[in-house]
Nanobody
């Protein structure tokens, strides 16, 4: 079992920044690939970014490349999503999730946090 708890969401104006955190716990979480995914009202959940605990290798959706950065702190068992140059279209509930494989497909993530709201106003 892997437990995930997100924090750091909020409201910001376009062009602003936010940093999301995801605290992980459980006996085997370090073997997982961690991801951030989001779901906007009326839309399907979509992949944002992923990182592998062990190697630190990362991947991003095209829509956030150059603006968002995923990172991890192994000592704190925490994954971060630094979001810069935010746009109104980034408004969504952001979820931290864990997958046994590297994937951009939401259904292939095994464990999910409760989600945190990010609202970007124009």
């Amino acid at each position: 079992q892997v437990q995930l708890v997100e924090s750091g969401g909020g409201a910001v104006q376009a062009g602003g920044s936010l940093r999301l955190s995801c605290a992980a716990s459980g006996s085997t979480f370090s073997a997982y690939r961690m991801g951030w995914l989001r779901q906007a009202p009326g839309k399907e959940r979509e992949f944002v970014a992923t990182i592998y605990w062990r190697s630190g290798s990362t991947g991003y959706a095209d829509s956030v490349k150059g603006r968002f950065t995923i990172s991890r702190d192994n000592a704190k068992n925490t994954v971060y999503l630094q979001m810069n140059s935010l746009k109104p279209e980034d408004t969504a509930v952001y979820y931290c999730a864990a997958s046994r494989i590297g994937t951009m497909t939401p259904s292939q993530y095994d464990y999910w946090g409760q989600g945190t709201q990010v609202t970007v106003s124009s």
